[in-house]
Structure formats: C-alpha cells, structure tokens
C-alpha cells in the first residue's frame, strides 16, 4: 500500500508516531553497528567530556531536524522513486540518532530540549519544500547535507583528539550524509538561489548555537 492510499487520519497518526519516536522513543533503525564500538573509551577531562557531549546533542539535533525534514518531503513527493529515496533516507538518518544518543548517554549529557521545536519547524519545511516540486525538494535536500557536512567538520575540528568513539560516529555520518546529498544530486535536485542557501545557514545556526546549550 502506498502513502495516497491512506486517509488523512491514518497519515496524521502514522506522522505522529514517527514523530513521538523520533523525540522520544527508539527509532527503526538499519540494524548497522554503532561506528567506533570497538574503540576504547579513553579518559577525557571534565571540559572534554562535556563538550564532547554539548557536540553531540547538536548533532542529534540536526538529526531530528533532518528526520522530519524527510518525512516532510516523502509525504509531499510527486513521484514514487523520489518518496521511497526519502524514506530510505529518513530510515538511515535514524541510525544517526541512535549513534548520537549512544554517544550522548556515554558521556553523561542529555539531548536537546527543544528537540520538538526543532522537529515541527522542519517537516513544515520538508512538506513545504515538496509542495514547489520534486526537482526544488532534492535540490533542498542536497544543500541541507552539503551544511551538515560543514557543521560536522567543524565538530571533528574542535572535538578533542582523544574522543575516538565520537569521532568515529561523526566521521560516518558525514559518509552518510554525502552520499544523501549525491543521491539527491543524481535525482535531479536543482541548485537552490543564493538567498534561500544564506537563510538555510542562518536557521541553522540559531539551532546549532541554542542547541549547544539546550
């Protein structure tokens, strides 16, 4: 059964089930193994630790925000290849968000309060994205993860050398989140305008500075 096959209630508590669980519960995940399992958890001073963590609840955050945004889109994709690409997106997004809150919990911090802020205001922009069209959707969608790429790169720069687990989640995700950004490419995302990019970046910045200590 596809997504218009269903009524505007089943779509409503499907939506706030994922939603719930996303903010709260246990995501599905693609059972893939926490990135750095393996790795010793060194000894890091009480700063490292908790910026490490303060690090961490950013990125599960951005998580958040990156789930609904999927969510947002595949409710709203025209075509049926363009709904199943974001959905399989949103599913390994989801495996993000265990590995952040693994790495959270390990360093004894705690995730974002305004998790549910952040998730409202990105599936409104996911759908609304959707609604201008496939092409303006994926294009939304590779910008999106070309910034999540920076802020990941920024945290690697000023996460301490001797974190390795979290580094090794980090450095994953931005795998992941490349190869989101090429699909998105590939399937015809178009460049956004420039003024849409800079707006982007501002709302990103509230989210990850207030996030940081929230």
Not at 30 to 56: K, N, Y
Not at 167 to 185: C, F, T, W
């Amino acid at each position: 059964m596809t997504t218009r096959q269903f009524t505007t209630i089943d779509l409503i508590i499907i939506e706030a089930n994922k939603a719930l669980t996303t903010i709260w519960g246990v995501p599905e995940s693609t059972s893939r193994p926490i990135p750095g399992a393996e790795l010793a958890e060194h000894d890091l001073s009480v700063a490292e630790r908790r910026h490490s963590a303060a690090l961490m609840r950013i990125n599960d955050a951005g998580e958040v925000s990156a789930q609904a945004l999927y969510q947002g889109q595949a409710l709203t994709a025209k075509l049926p290849d363009v709904r199943q690409a974001m959905e399989q997106a949103a599913l390994e997004e989801n495996d993000h968000l265990i590995w952040c809150q693994s790495r959270i919990e390990a360093l004894g911090g705690r995730r974002s309060l305004l998790n549910p802020v952040w998730y409202a205001g990105s599936f409104a922009l996911g759908a609304l994205a959707g609604k201008f069209g496939d092409r303006w959707s994926l294009g939304f969608v590779a910008e999106t993860e070309k910034q999540v790429i920076e802020h990941l790169d920024e945290h690697l720069a000023s996460m301490s050398e001797q974190d390795l687990k979290s580094r090794a989640v980090l450095e994953k995700m931005k795998q992941d989140e490349a190869h989101h950004g090429s699909q998105a490419i590939a399937a015809g995302g178009a460049p956004l305008p420039a003024p849409v990019k800079t707006l982007m970046g501002l709302m990103s910045k509230v989210m990850t500075r207030t996030s940081h200590w929230l």
